[in-house]
């Protein structure tokens, strides 16, 4: 089943915007992850939070985790056309993996317009 | 290869047709995972190895599906007597078994059952 929900399902936005992308989870974990697919590839990790984070940053990526919501939220800050993507969260319940271990949401699709 | 290898890239069949997929790992990764994702959707978990243990075959849809990985490094899904709602990109991801749980994903295969 999956753990995580993200919101929007689709965004579309000009380049040189901000955007913000949502996940929603039900239960307690120990770390949050982002992850990018690009059509018809693989998944890209992107940055990795910890339940004991609130936020963190990497380049123009912004990540902030609220463990009392249940909630996570990624911000592409200065979008660019190549950040078109599906974006997903995946939430890790459990260190070293398994079945319950890394478990994904349906993605956000985004759009940058030129 | 530096990354998650697969193979085939892209793989057409018939119906009731077996299949075989291939993932070569990143050399190291103890952690190996297969997900499915049809078109538009997240990630299904399938299955999970980790060194030497008994594989969680948890995520497996039925016993048409099987997957075994030898010498604890190349892992082959086998469909047997395909369907046509076995259609999907079948991923593999592998990871070093730390509590960070960060999964590095091969292209995938895409398996179309005519």
């Known amino acids: 089943s999956q753990q995580g929900e993200e919101d929007p399902q689709a965004l579309s936005i000009q380049e040189g915007e901000n955007a913000t992308m949502n996940c929603s989870y039900k239960?307690?974990?120990?770390?949050l992850q982002w992850y990018r697919q690009n059509s018809g590839r693989g998944l890209v990790h992107l940055i990795l939070?910890?339940?004991?984070?609130r936020e963190k940053h990497s380049g123009r990526l912004r990540v902030t985790l609220d463990t009392s919501k249940k909630s996570s939220s990624l911000l592409i800050t200065a979008s660019r056309a190549a950040d078109t993507a599906s974006y997903f969260c995946?939430?890790?319940?459990?260190?070293?993996?398994?079945?319950?271990?890394?478990?994904f949401g349906k993605g956000t699709h985004l759009i940058i317009q030129p | 290869g530096a990354g998650v290898s697969q193979s085939p890239s892209n793989k057409v069949t018939e119906k009731g047709k077996d299949v075989e997929l291939r993932c070569d790992p990143i050399?190291?990764?103890?952690?190996l995972y297969w997900y499915r994702q049809s078109l538009g959707q997240g990630l299904e978990f399938l299955i999970y190895?980790?060194?030497?243990?008994?594989?969680?075959k948890s995520g497996l849809p039925s016993d048409r599906f099987s997957a075994e990985r030898t010498g604890g490094s190349v892992s082959t899904l086998t469909i047997q007597r395909t369907q046509q709602e076995d259609s999907a990109v079948y991923l593999c991801?592998?990871?070093?078994?730390?509590?960070?749980?960060?999964?590095?994903f091969g292209e995938g295969s895409r398996l179309t059952v005519l």
């Open positions: 190895f980790q060194g030497n243990s008994a594989p969680d």
């Open positions: 050399s190291g990764h103890t952690a």
């Open positions: 939070i910890r339940s004991n984070e």
């Open positions: 995946a939430t890790s319940r459990r260190v070293g993996g398994g079945a319950d271990g890394l478990t």
């Open positions: 991801a592998s990871s070093l078994l730390k509590d960070t749980g960060e999964l590095f």
């Open positions: 239960t307690s974990i120990n770390n």
